[in-house]
């Protein structure tokens, strides 16, 4: 079974930076993508970033590059570098890992990420 623990959230300013970590274990192959979404209060949860395995990046446009996903697979770990945070990026982050031959998508519990004005 697969099991995701993230960490790394916390209170921020506004322009202010913070690093979210995603360590993943049980997966039954190696070949995993890997990323994040989030949600805030009230809202849908929404795409943040993809990884795949060999470093292959996709991003959601309205990022506008302030967010950069990284992984260590020797770790099995996913990292959301998020830069120029402002209010409205304040919402719980959530890490996924997909095991595409089995058609799963596994979910961290969330991280809350707080950006004061």
């Known amino acids: 079974q697969v099991q995701l623990v993230e960490s790394g959230g916390g209170l921020v300013q506004a322009g202010g930076s913070l690093r979210l970590s995603c360590a993943a274990s049980g997966m039954r192959f190696n070949i995993n993508p890997m990323g994040w979404y989030r949600q805030a209060s009230g809202n849908q949860r929404e795409f943040i970033a993809l990884i795949t395995t060999p470093g292959n990046t996709n991003y959601a446009d309205y990022l506008k590059g302030r967010f950069t996903i990284s992984r260590d697979n020797a770790a099995n770990t996913v990292y959301l570098q998020m830069n120029s945070l402002k209010p409205e990026d304040t919402a719980v982050y959530y890490c996924?890992?997909?095991?595409?031959?089995?058609?799963?998508?596994?979910w961290g519990q969330g991280t809350q990420v707080t950006v004061s004005s």
């Open positions: 996924f890992l997909d095991q595409v031959a089995l058609r799963s998508r596994s």
